[in-house]
């Protein structure tokens, strides 16, 4: 690209970020919902397995938090796919791609404006989390880290399901086909009980799980890790770089997976 | 060359129920300035026609070029010449009026502020500035085509693409939007609309391409279509729907090719119109039919797409 290019690419990425933004406004359900199923999460899990699972050297509460943020990251990065997949059936992507733009500036726009959604479901988060007790025992520099890592791994996640959402083109397969992914990517992992729970198999799943490595090091930064040996797998051990490893991974491949999806399917 | 200019375009979907040819050979050649109308049922391929010359789709086999730059290989050259809007191509609901055009004048490279200034201006032009400021969901289906269309015009390309652009529009809305897009045609720009409706093909079009199953029937003006078709039509309307078998039994024995059935009206191409029509109406009164209507008219543009569309239908 020559320099006037990519600020042309800038502008309309720049343009159409506004624009989902503006969407998301305006459709205030999606919103609302992102950020009243994490509070109901912390709600229902706190009251249900705050009895029943014992943190070494820490308290449920605490323990839960982190996971509770990382499952968020990973539900909502469906909104990305969702809007995708409706912008493409309801013709208003081909709209953009008759106007001398640049098409990939379409991907890169919607993964930027549904990081405001993450934004917003981390305040109301941490909110609840306050009230039931939880409390980061690190500094704010910690905690700020702790949310750059979680938007960091929604971003990339977004990619994955944005690539889906080009792919199969109609929001409710979206849908229905992004909860096959981000079910067991959260719910087989450490973000609501602890790692020890799991075995055979299914425990390498779980240590592999990239969520996993980013529900470690949250933990880690907020200071809730508890007591318990950190299991000896590399992402674990090394959670920060593991976190930001597979994120840059999946943002390039599901990115590049993107891309081909939207040349394709679009073109036909 | 032609201004636009498509050469035997081949477009194959591949469906569930296995493959399905949209464009089967379709040619097209407009000259700068021309007002052409495409027009055909539902599924003749009017639409994958529009969305290849917009560099939307790509032909299977063909080639086709808007202003000398090919849709394919030049598709960015053909997307600062052009300006589309309808079916396929919409608009943004969540978003207000103003907003939509500000976003495609942005998209079309402009500044910011002169986005802003276009779209200020599009707004009055198409008296939407009282409702420029709402979300596109909220709007009547007219104030959207306007919408729709000015967009686009953000730019003023010198070739405009619409696809059915007053689709599902009452009658004053329909006039209201024919009247903005002959302002467009007076200022010179060429224009391709697709269209099921003859009436807006006939008011607009300087040329007609009548198309079916992916090809080219007939091209040519209105007149000429209708010429096509033959001269003068009876027609007589019965009262009652059972009376109907036994009276186009009596008019297709005095014509056995042009006869068309339509709802309970029945249409025929007769040499002797006059006559005809007579002994139809003593065919009638010794039947004991009660008809509705009879009469002799001219051809409409109707007759020639039925008579086109029929043909192909039995070949």
């Known amino acids: ?268 | 060359m032609s201004f636009i200019d498509a050469q035997e375009l081949r477009k194959i979907y591949q469906t569930r129920s296995g493959p399905v040819r949209a464009l089967d050979g379709l040619s097209l050649d407009i000259e700068q300035g021309q007002v052409v109308a495409l027009l055909g049922p539902n599924g003749a391929g009017k639409t994958t026609t529009v969305k290849i010359l917009t560099t939307l789709a790509r032909p299977d086999g063909g080639s086709a070029r808007v202003a000398g730059h090919d849709v394919v290989r030049d598709a960015a050259a053909v997307r600062r010449l052009i300006g589309a809007s309808g079916q396929y191509a919409a608009v943004d609901e969540d978003l207000t009026g103003r907003e939509n055009l500000e976003l495609v004048g942005r998209l079309y490279q402009l500044g910011r502020r002169e986005a802003r200034r276009r779209a200020a201006e599009l707004l009055e032009q198409f008296q939407l500035a009282e409702s420029a400021d709402r979300p596109v969901r909220g709007l009547s289906g007219g104030q959207r085509r306007r919408i729709d269309l000015a967009g686009a015009l953000v730019v003023d390309p010198p070739v405009l693409f619409l696809d059915e652009p007053t689709t599902g529009l009452d009658p004053s809305a329909r006039a209201a939007l024919w009247d903005v897009i002959r302002e467009r045609v007076h200022a010179g720009v060429t224009l391709l609309l697709t269209t099921q409706y003859l009436e807006e093909a006939d008011r607009l079009a300087d040329r007609i391409f009548v198309i079916d199953r992916g090809r080219v029937l007939a091209t040519g003006t209105a007149d000429d279509l209708k010429a096509r078709v033959g001269g003068l039509r009876v027609e007589v309307t019965v009262a009652n729907d059972d009376d109907l078998p036994r009276l186009s039994d009596a008019v297709a024995a005095l014509t056995p090719n042009d006869t068309v059935v339509h709802d309970r009206t029945i249409t025929a191409a007769l040499p002797d119109p006059a006559g005809a029509l007579l002994r139809i109406i003593r065919c009638a009164q010794d039947a004991g039919v009660e008809l509705h209507d009879a009469g002799v008219r001219r051809p409409t543009l109707d007759d020639a797409f039925l008579a086109l569309t029929r043909r192909e239908g039995v070949a």
């Open chain 1, 1 to 268: 690209m020559s320099s006037n290019s990519v600020s042309g690419w800038l502008g309309d990425v720049a343009a159409l970020t506004r624009r989902n933004i503006l969407g998301l406004r305006r459709s205030p359900e999606v919103v609302m919902f992102s950020i009243m199923q994490p509070v109901l999460f912390v709600l229902m899990f706190n009251a249900v397995y705050g009895g029943a699972v014992a943190i070494q050297g820490g308290d449920y509460t605490n323990f839960l938090m982190a996971g509770i943020f990382a499952q968020t990251m990973v539900f909502s990065s469906l909104i990305s796919g969702i809007t995708m997949a409706e912008d493409i059936s309801k013709g208003i992507v081909d709209r953009f791609r008759s106007l001398p733009m640049h098409p990939s500036a379409i991907l890169v726009a919607r993964s930027l404006a549904d990081l405001l959604v993450g934004v917003c479901s981390i305040v109301g988060m941490l909110i609840t989390g306050l009230i039931v007790g939880w409390r980061w025992n690190g500094g704010l520099g910690a905690l700020l880290a702790g949310i750059g890592m979680l938007l960091l791994f929604a971003w990339a996640l977004s990619w994955l399901m944005i690539a889906l959402g080009t792919f199969l083109s109609g929001s409710q397969a979206t849908q229905g086909a992004g909860m096959l992914i981000v079910m067991p990517l959260s719910f087989l992992s450490n973000a609501f009980v602890p790692i020890e729970s799991f075995r055979g198999w299914l425990r390498v799943f779980v240590e592999w799980n990239p969520v996993s490595a980013l529900v470690q090091c949250v933990r880690g930064l907020f200071g809730n890790l508890g007591t318990a040996p950190v299991p000896q797998v590399w992402p674990l051990l090394h959670p920060a770089p593991a976190t930001i490893g597979y994120a840059v991974i999946a943002a390039a491949l599901f990115g590049a997976a993107a891309q081909a999806a939207f040349r394709h399917r679009l073109s036909r």
